[in-house]
C-alpha cells in the first residue's frame, strides 16, 4: 500500500541552526501538508501546499517556515532559525483531494 | 471555522471494561468528513475510521465501534473489552470534502491498567 515516508526520523539541532525535514508523499496526490505536535499536545495545523504553492497557512507557520517541491516527488519543510519551542514532531502529509489523508510517521524534531 | 472537542481529556479503565471516548464537533460545511486515530506512545498515527456526513449508519470493527449523531454533532468511539495494548491518545478529526480545513481534537489519552 503506498504511504508517506519522512526523513529523517528525529533530528537533534542546535538552537539557531537550519532544519530541512523531508517528505515524499504518495504518488498522484495533489495537496500536501505540514502538522506539528508539541509533546503531549494536539496536533496542530501548518501549511496546505497544492498546485506548487501555499494554500493556506496558520499562525504557526511565520516568516522561519518555508516549504518547497523541489522535484516531483519531494515537499520539504525548512525552519530557518529553530528555537527550542520548535521541538515537536513534525507530521506531513498528502491527499488526492477526496476528503482522505494521508499522514507520514513524523519527524520528531529536538532543538537544545 | 471547524472546531472539534474531545471534553475528556484522560480515561483510565481496568482491563476487559468497555470505554467510550467523546467527540463533538462544530461546521459549517453541509457534507464533511470525521476521522479517528490512535497515537500510541511511539508517535506516529494510525488511521482507524473515516466517516462521511450523509452516512449515518454506526460502524463496528472488531471491538472498535462508533456511534455517528449527526443531530448533537458527536462523533464518539467505542472500546469493548479494553485490551492493555489499546492504551495511547485518541484522536478525532474533521475534514472539508476534499481534505481542506483538516483539523484535530485535543484528544484522548487512554489508558488501560492490566
Known amino acids: 500500500e503506498p504511504e508517506v515516508t519522512q526523513t529523517p526520523s528525529h533530528q537533534v539541532t542546535q538552537m539557531g541552526q537550519e532544519v530541512i525535514l523531508r517528505c515524499v508523499p504518495i504518488?498522484?496526490?495533489?495537496?500536501f501538508y505540514w502538522y506539528r505536535q508539541i509533546l503531549g499536545q494536539k496536533v496542530e495545523f501548518l501549511v496546505s501546499?497544492?498546485?506548487?504553492?501555499?494554500?493556506?497557512k496558520s499562525e504557526i507557520f511565520d516568516d522561519q517556515f518555508s516549504v518547497e517541491r523541489p522535484d516531483g516527488s519531494n515537499f520539504t519543510l525548512k525552519i530557518r532559525s529553530t528555537k527550542l519551542e520548535d521541538s515537536a514532531m513534525y507530521f506531513c502529509?498528502?491527499?488526492?483531494?477526496?476528503?482522505?489523508?494521508?499522514f507520514g510517521e513524523g519527524s520528531w524534531l529536538t532543538v537544545v | 471555522a471547524q472546531k472539534v472537542t474531545q471534553a475528556q481529556t484522560e480515561i483510565s479503565v481496568v482491563e476487559k471494561e468497555d470505554v467510550t471516548l467523546d467527540c463533538v464537533y462544530e461546521?459549517?460545511?453541509?457534507?464533511?468528513?470525521l476521522f479517528w486515530y490512535k497515537q500510541p506512545p511511539s508517535g506516529e498515527l494510525v488511521f482507524l475510521i473515516r466517516?462521511?456526513?450523509?452516512?449515518?449508519q454506526n460502524e463496528i470493527s472488531g471491538r472498535y465501534s462508533w456511534n455517528f449523531q449527526k443531530s448533537t454533532s458527536s462523533f464518539n468511539f467505542t472500546i469493548t473489552a479494553s485490551q492493555v495494548v489499546d492504551s495511547a491518545v485518541y484522536f478525532c478529526a474533521l475534514s472539508g470534502v476534499y481534505g481542506q480545513n483538516f483539523v484535530f481534537g485535543p484528544g484522548t489519552r487512554l489508558s488501560v491498567l492490566p
Open positions: 504518488s498522484n496526490h495533489l495537496y
Open positions: 501546499f497544492y498546485n506548487n504553492e501555499i494554500s493556506e
Open positions: 466517516r462521511n456526513s450523509f452516512d449515518e
Open positions: 461546521t459549517r460545511d453541509t457534507t464533511y468528513y
Open positions: 502529509a498528502s491527499s488526492p483531494g477526496t476528503g482522505f489523508i494521508y
